[in-house]
Structure formats: C-alpha cells, structure tokens
C-alpha cells in the first residue's frame, strides 16, 4: 500500500483584538500604546522576541487609532497614525534607512503618532545612517518582558487555535511544567506538534508532546 502523504494546511493567525491575552509580560508596553499624545516627539517604538506579539499590539493599535499598518515597506507619507512592524530589518539598506528617515521627518511635521516595532532597541540595529541612527536612538521604547505562565499558556492555546488543533485539556500545564520558557519556543513546539498531527490524524496529547520535546534535546 502506498504510504498516505499529509500536506500542511493554511492556518490564520488571528490578529484580532479579542485574541490578544492581556498578560503581564506586556503591561506596561499596552499601557504606552494607548497614550500616543504622551508620547515624546510623538513616536514609539515597541521592542521584543520574535513571538511576542508586536504585530497583534500594532493591528489593534493601528485600527484604535484609526491609522495604517505598514509592513515590508516605507511610505513617503501618511494621512494620520502610521505603524511600521519589523523596523529593524530596513537598517543597513541604504534606500530603506533614507525613505525611513523622511517619514519620521514627515510624520514630525504632520504632528501624526508614528509607531515602530523591533526585536531590540535601535542601538544594536546597525544603522549606517548618522541622520536617521540619532533620531531612532532617541525614540522611546516600550518593552514586552519575557513571557510569565499565564502569558506562555495563552500564547500556545492562541497558537494552537490559529492552526485549528484541539489539544488534550492536560497539554498546557504539561508544556509549561517541561517547555523552555520562550516565545519563540511556543511557536517551534506548536509547529512541530502540527507537524504531527497532521502526519497522524492524532489529538495531541503530553505523550506527543513530550515526544517534541525530547526530539529538541537530541
């Protein structure tokens, strides 16, 4: 018999504002995001772990404010508030770095909120340009912390639900009792656990997770 073949299925995250856990780990940075006429020079930036959530925080920012999320490019301009997720990655492209530095200059002038989000502070982005490296540097940035518990499980129970798995009701507790404590952990061990399942038609369960786990460790 030939072996049956299991193709990944399309999953949906959901970025919507219903879906986002309120946890510690990003208090204070939601606190930051609500305030834009607080903020100095009327920009911020948002910095954390891959997974951590920037891009849910800049939907929902974005559609409160009624402004535009920008990603994998860099508008001249904008009509009211602008968010540009992944800011970091522009840094060492000579035209990006320069088209960046005139929509900051840009949105100064329209005195429009401009939100950024980054893995790290702009210190460490490596930005060649003098111009545009003093204004990043002197933007303020909101942190999201390292995940806590209820933060971890809810990131996985999210992650989960995006590619459609119904866990056994046991997983959460037993992947934070063994799972590394990382963002970017929950998505390679939710990864990984659709990867099975879709090979075994299988509920998953802390037997097959414990199996994805080990697999990390060999």
Do not use: C
């Not at 609500?34 to 959530?53: H, Q, S, T, V, Y």
Request: net charge negative.
């Amino acid at each position: 018999m030939a072996e049956q073949l299991s193709f990944p299925q399309p999953h949906r995250t959901s970025y919507a504002a219903a879906d986002f856990f309120p946890g510690e780990a990003s208090a204070v940075a939601r606190a930051m995001l609500r305030e834009p006429e607080n903020w100095p020079f009327g920009k911020l930036i948002l910095a954390g772990d891959a997974g951590a959530g920037k891009t849910h925080l800049l939907t929902i920012w974005a559609e409160t404010q009624g402004g535009t999320l920008v990603s994998g490019d860099i508008p001249s301009r904008a009509d009211g508030p602008l968010a540009v997720d992944d800011a970091h990655l522009f840094a060492g492209d000579a035209a990006a770095e320069e088209a960046l530095f005139h929509l900051h200059n840009n949105m100064a002038e329209a005195r429009q909120p401009l939100l950024l989000s980054a893995r790290v502070a702009p210190s460490t982005w490596g930005i060649n340009l003098p111009d545009l490296r003093s204004r990043m540097e002197a933007t303020t940035v909101a942190h999201i912390a390292e995940p806590d518990d209820a933060t971890l499980q809810a990131i996985l129970m999210k992650l989960l639900a995006d590619r459609q798995l119904d866990p056994d009701p046991r997983l959460g507790p037993f992947l934070l009792a063994h799972m590394g404590r990382s963002y970017a952990e929950a998505a390679r061990v939710v990864e990984a656990l659709d990867t099975i399942n879709l090979a075994e038609k299988r509920r998953i369960t802390p037997a097959i997770a414990a199996r994805v786990l080990e697999a990390a460790t060999d």
